[in-house]
């Protein structure tokens, strides 16, 4: 009998719970377990980890594949390497296949945890995956490639119908993870560019302190001295004498006979009377300074870095959840694409600029690159007046066609409710007003009656603003 396929995974016939009955006496440790009562039953095909294979019962209907690349249902994991699972879900064909885990460590990524490896436990968990198998097989395949951890994500929350949460996780420099993408590098920046591309909708999580030095969040929190940075701090009651209006520490009061004020030497005897304790001081063990207030601050434990907490970056983690257009782009098998943009005709939509645009500005910052956008608006209220709401809607329709035309290959147009806005890469400043200026040329020459069009520039480091903006 041949594999399994998605296909057939998917059919009715396949993984019928009802039709899966494990019986078992009590006591009884059968090495092939009958899984199914009624013939025919699919085959199962299981990816496994060859050592790892070495401690699973044999189970019928069941195969185990040690290949990456060959066809699978089911993962059985034994181990949580990250590294491991890193390749695995880069190259292997099915990344967002149901798991069967022997660690608690790789819930939730793991749908099931088995404690023993017995035939009976096993068939059972395999059952209990069959709905996430037939999810999964209802999708494209995820491409190998740019778009996978992305599309891995999307399936990932909705094939588990749940969404992808951030947790603290001490191990890590980050000090929070999605554990349902386990293994999956950079998890935070798939997940954000998938939020910029409006597939999910961000909640937020948590807010960390980040080292200026290494970007690590593991910050151990502290009241420092203003002036030599240490922690060795004391806190003293101040000593205010009436007679003379001398305040100071206590310390500074006290002698064997009593407070004595170290200004006038007079005796301070009745508290209320004499003085009085208006408050407390910080006294620094170390060097002996005292302040009303210590700095607050962090030292990277990664880094032994200090900094103080104004100079201390914060960033904010979100839980994400799954939005219908990223459904629909789970279906399509393919996330909204640079090429895809290019091969369209009529620009791209606000979302896929976005997206573009966040996966080239990182690429140019690194490059040093220029890259340079603007955004160009047309005074609608203006056209409304003179020709009316169709006829606005005409000619903004018509400038967005007049500015494609004169933009070059691998530049960007979307169209925007009172205009365009317009990404070029490897374009300067001047380069992009010269443009700009054509364009606008063209347009007036070209367009009656006169639209009033009001361009503004953005250079690279501002375009995550102008992105910000256009949400
Ligand atoms: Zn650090
Ligand atoms: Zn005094
Ligand atoms: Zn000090």
């Known amino acids: 009998m041949s594999a399994v396929t998605d296909r057939q995974l998917n059919s009715d016939a396949a993984w019928n719970p009802e039709r899966r009955i494990i019986s078992r006496e009590p006591g009884e440790q059968d090495s092939r377990h009958d899984l199914q009562r009624s013939a025919p039953a699919p085959r199962v095909r299981c990816f496994v980890d060859v050592e790892f294979s070495r401690y699973l019962p044999r189970i019928e209907r069941v195969d185990y594949v040690h290949n990456l690349e060959d066809d699978f249902d089911v993962i059985v994991a034994g181990t949580p390497a990250a590294r491991t699972f890193a390749q695995l879900w880069s190259r292997c064909s099915n990344p967002a296949a149901p798991m069967i885990a022997f660690t608690d460590a790789l819930r939730p990524r793991a749908d099931v945890v088995l404690y023993n490896t017995n035939a009976a436990d096993l068939a059972t968990a395999l059952t209990s995956v069959q709905d996430i198998a037939r999810r999964v097989s209802c999708l494209p395949a995820i491409p190998v490639g740019l778009d996978r951890n992305g599309l891995l994500a999307l399936a990932l929350s909705y094939t588990r119908d749940c969404p992808i949460e951030a947790r603290w996780q001490p191990n890590s420099p980050t000090v929070l993870e999605y554990p349902l993408l386990f293994g999956i590098d950079n998890a935070r920046s798939v997940l954000e560019e998938m939020a910029e591309a409006g597939l999910l909708r961000r909640r937020f999580a948590e807010r960390v302190h980040v080292c200026p030095s290494c970007q690590s969040s593991r910050l151990q929190a502290r009241e420092v001295c203003v002036r030599c940075k240490s922690t060795f ?23 064997g006979g009593g407070l004595v004020c170290p200004k006038c030497h007079k005796q301070l005897r009745h508290y209320g009377v004499d003085y009085d304790k208006p408050g407390v001081a910080i006294t620094c063990m170390a060097c002996g300074d005292t302040v009303a207030e210590p700095e607050v601050g962090f030292t990277c434990v990664d880094c032994n870095t200090y900094a103080s907490a104004e100079h201390t970056n914060s960033l904010d983690w979100c839980h994400y959840d799954l939005l ?76 967005h066609e007049l500015v494609l035309q004169r933009l070059r290959e691998g530049d960007l147009v979307a169209t925007l409710s009172d205009g365009v806005v317009v990404c070029l890469p490897e374009t300067d400043r001047a380069t992009a007003e010269q443009l700009a200026e054509q364009v606008t040329r063209h347009i007036k020459k070209t367009v009656r009656p006169q639209p009033t069009i009001s361009i503004a520039l953005t250079e690279r480091d501002r375009i995550p603003a102008l992105l910000e903006e256009l949400r």
């Open 324 to 399: 219908p257009d990223g459904v629909a782009i789970l279906h399509a098998g393919q996330l909204p694409h640079a090429e895809v943009v290019e091969r369209s005709t009529g620009g791209c939509s606000l979302r896929d600029f976005r997206l573009v645009v966040g996966r080239a500005l990182p690429v140019a910052r690194r490059h040093n690159r220029p890259l340079t956008a603007w955004r160009a608006r047309i005074d609608i209220e203006d056209l409304r007046r003179q020709v009316g709401p169709r006829g606005a809607h005409q000619i903004s329709q018509f400038v």
């Open 233 to 255: 701090l004391s806190e003293e009651p101040l000593v205010h004498h009436y007679a003379c209006a001398w305040q100071g520490t206590q310390s500074k009061f006290e002698t």
